[in-house]
């Protein structure tokens, strides 16, 4: 006899996080086995394939608000989320409401409890169920004419890659989560190159060589056509301030060049925003996408994505970015000395995960160490969360001065205490940095809403 199902969201999301216990577990067996069950619902839908490793959420997001201004419903799938559990699952920006979350738990569980007792595939992790759910969501309820699908680790195995796509998108490679990707970019490539269909187009980031060559080769194979940058498109940053920069883009299927605005901060944001432009112009190329040249540029210049070099603070100035890997400290880096005055002395507020490169994160911070006054670093309540001691370590053989270097056992007081002393701040910058998920922690403390982001 089937269970009774739940009957709050609550309870719902409580069982979800519970199949956190089964870990990870690469494979789409049991993706497969759950989505021939239910009929296939993923065959009915259009998907646009998002890999990477940085910049994925930021190129799904100006997808997203681009598709929405030429009037399209979206459905857009990211992991992990800052605020709110359902921010994983949008439908043209708004969260998936509690009560159909509710429902489609209801519907998935008994199959997840089948597929545990009766195959030999063992019980669905929580992420390939919250990607059932998502795939569900979308087929049943909500149909959407596209839906932008983020991976959330890797390609070749990850639990979306059971979808065919229009497009498949990899916005760059870096060494990430080289526990289970391997331990080159050329492994990691690999893996990333698995989301590549034969047949189906591909649209490539700026990527470095030995990725590059990964990525053609798997494209070859499939005989899929691959764009790539600064070949079929290409970006030139303009002038950037705080909250807005401007960039130029050409693209194999513009007559002349397009200047846009972007207000999301960074450089590498330029890139993700041009990306995003070459997939919307091989949609409207190929599959008939109708977006004119002021949609594209609404769209780009609205587009919001919290935790990305976000202000939350204006005074003092406190900037959260969820750079959480080298080449993410590295971007974040390279756009702080691009937008902050020099005579603004830095600050960072770092936590990170224990399986990250910390010493080679803190490393990257090497060129702004003249102009850094303090690194604080700190803990927060999570799982694979690094010790406070750990990351100091990790500064240490980063080779930062001690002097600079300060534990903080309560990172809640430490930014109440810095927000509280205006006068004491008014030329100090506040990084806070180092994992999206604790920055996820960091920003529920602001008063900054879902809504107000934008999102």
């Known amino acids: 006899m089937m269970e009774e199902g739940f009957s709050t969201y609550n309870e719902a999301l409580d069982w979800l ?3 956190l216990r089964f870990g990870q577990k690469p494979g789409l067996e049991r993706m497969r086995w759950m989505l021939g069950q239910l009929g296939h619902p993923e065959r009915r839908l259009a998907f646009v394939h998002v890999a990477g490793t940085n910049g994925k959420g930021s190129t799904c997001a100006y997808l997203t608000q681009m598709l929405q201004e030429a009037g399209y419903s979206v459905g857009t799938f990211t992991s992990p989320y800052i605020t709110d559990f359902r921010e994983r699952i949008r439908y043209n920006g708004a969260l998936i409401p509690q009560q159909d979350l509710l429902s489609l738990v209801n519907e998935v569980k008994p199959l997840v409890e089948l597929c545990e007792h009766a195959t030999e595939h063992g019980s669905p992790t929580e992420f390939e169920v919250i990607t059932t ?10 149909q959407p004419a596209v839906v932008i699908w983020e991976t959330g680790l890797g390609g070749r195995l990850d639990s979306t890659n059971v979808v065919a796509p229009l497009l498949s998108v990899i916005t760059n490679v870096g060494l990430d989560h080289t526990d289970v ?21 591909v649209v490539l980031g700026n990527m470095l060589p030995e990725a590059l060559a990964v990525m053609e080769e798997a494209a070859k194979k ?8 600064g070949t079929h498109y290409s970006a030139e940053p303009l002038d950037a301030q705080l909250g807005e920069q401007r960039f130029r883009y050409e693209g194999l299927f513009r007559r002349t060049a397009s200047e846009y605005r ?22 409207r190329e190929f599959y008939s996408y109708l977006l004119d040249e002021e949609e594209i ?22 900037l959260l970015d969820g750079a959480h890997n080298v080449e993410g400290m590295q971007a974040l880096v390279n756009s702080l000395q691009a937008l902050i005055p020099a005579h603004s002395r830095i600050n960072l507020l770092i936590a990170g995960l224990a399986d990250k490169p910390l ?31 750990t990351l100091l370590d990790s500064f240490g053989v ?34 806070v940095c180092g994992s999206l998920y604790f920055i996820s922690q960091v920003r529920a403390i602001f008063p900054i809403t879902v809504e107000e982001a934008g999102e």
């Open 17 to 19: 996080h519970g199949l």
């Open 133 to 142: 759910i998502a795939i569900l969501y979308y087929a049943k309820v909500v």
């Open 181 to 201: 990707l391997g331990d080159s970019i050329e492994s990691i490539a690999r893996e990333k190159a698995g989301i590549i269909k034969p047949g189906i187009p």
């Open 222 to 229: 499939g005989k899929s056509s691959l764009y790539k940058y």
């Open 262 to 283: 972007i207000s999301l901060n960074g450089t590498h944001q330029v890139y993700n925003a041009a990306l995003a432009v070459m997939v919307i112009d091989l949609l």
């Open 297 to 318: 540029a609404k769209g780009l210049q609205q587009t919001r994505w919290p935790g990305r070099l976000e202000v939350v603070g204006q005074k003092p100035l406190i």
């Open 359 to 389: 010493a080679g994160m803190a490393a990257a911070w090497r060129p702004l160490q003249q102009q850094v006054e303090r690194v604080y670093v700190t803990t927060f309540d999570f799982p694979r969360a690094a010790s406070a001691e």
């Open 398 to 431: 980063a080779e930062w001065n001690d002097s600079k270097l300060q534990l903080v056992a309560d990172w809640h007081h430490f930014l109440r205490t810095w927000m509280s002393k205006q006068e004491e701040h008014q030329n100090d910058v506040l990084i």
